[in-house]
């Protein structure tokens, strides 16, 4: 059975996290502050990602009527 590339990565990558979070158990403070940074990081992460989903791309304002108004030189 063939498996999924990104399932074998976040296999890896969650029992490479659980091996550091035993590593560094006598640090609990130091391994919540780069948890909670993470945490922050992914949060951000899903939400531009959704928000990329949602929205149009944004206008780039009055430049672009200004130069749609612009005579043509010969």
């Keep these: ?19 550091i979070i035993r590593a560094f158990r006598h ?8 948890l909670g940074l993470v945490l922050v990081c992914l949060v951000n992460l899903c939400g531009a990602v959704v928000r990329g989903r949602m929205d ?4 780039t304002g009055p430049a672009v009527e200004l ?8």
């Design 27 to 34: 640090r609990p403070d130091d391994v919540t502050l780069v």
């Design 56 to 59: 149009p791309p944004p206008e």
């Design 1 to 19: 059975m063939m498996t999924d590339p990104l399932t074998l990565l976040l296999a890896a990558a969650f029992t490479a996290g659980c091996a």
């Design 67 to 74: 130069i749609g108004d612009r005579p043509v030189q010969d």
